[in-house]
């Protein structure tokens, strides 16, 4: 099925540095949403974002809804050991109203102390 | 607040064995209730979705089958397992209308052997 492009595959950076992972495709969305996935568990929800240009915080994070509605950016700040997982990102694509996520491929995080 | 409760957390089945999967949310009603399926590493792929009580989409065809026998219960089940449907299977739920996010539970661990 339809998949976002997101980049990159994977990251391994240093404790107190900052991260920036984004996602694209072709087609315009409706929303775009970040998760985050520990070894085990299910995803959890970051950031929603409804609107094109929309910027929104949740603590370290920031995200943004690009203004083409084609893209996303996912910002953490300082780094910590706890924010190590999985990063998906996800979105309706707006092509028609649908209850349907597409996902990105994931972003694997690893920080080192 | 809502909630979403799957189990087993973990499963060892044998080849050709059956499967029931089940999956119940808490806290609100008439939601949209998704299956998926993620292979190692891998990103999430859309086994099956329901808007309603008895209203199954399925996205793949598969060895699998979903049934919504109430509002707030998905299950998902196999007639004969195959090596092939070992993965980490994750329920869903978001609001009954468009364009919401979705909620994960934490997921079922199957290994066939």
């Known amino acids: 099925g339809q998949q976002l492009n997101q980049s990159p595959q994977s990251m391994f950076i240093q404790e107190g540095e900052d991260v920036s992972m984004n996602c694209t495709s072709s087609?315009?969305?409706?929303?775009w949403l970040w998760y985050k996935q520990d070894p085990g568990e299910g995803p959890v929800l970051l950031i929603a974002?409804?609107?094109?240009?929309e910027l929104t915080s949740n603590g370290r994070l920031t995200a943004q809804f690009g203004i083409t509605r084609k893209d996303s950016f996912l910002n953490i700040s300082a780094s910590i050991p706890s924010d190590v997982g999985i990063y998906f990102c996800?979105?309706?694509?707006?092509?028609?109203?649908?209850?349907?996520?597409?996902f990105g491929t994931g972003t694997r995080l690893q920080v080192f102390p | 607040s809502q909630t979403i409760h799957q189990w087993p957390a973990t499963l060892v089945q044998p080849v050709g064995s059956p499967l029931s999967l089940e999956c119940t949310v808490e806290?609100?009603?008439?939601?949209?209730l998704y299956w998926y399926r993620q292979a190692a590493g891998r990103g999430l792929q859309l086994l099956f979705y329901s808007v309603g009580i008895g209203q199954i989409s399925s996205e793949v065809p598969q060895n699998l089958s979903a049934s919504r026998p109430q509002d707030r219960q998905f299950i998902l089940s196999s007639k004969k397992l195959l090596l092939s449907d070992s993965g980490f299977y994750l329920c869903a739920w978001s609001g009954g209308t468009f364009n919401q996010p979705q909620h994960f539970g934490d997921g079922t661990r199957l290994s066939i052997l």
């Open positions: 996800a979105g309706h694509t707006g092509s028609y109203n649908t209850d349907k996520l597409i």
């Open positions: 087609s315009i969305f409706n929303t």
């Open positions: 974002l409804y609107k094109a240009g």
């Open positions: 806290g609100t009603s008439n939601p949209n």
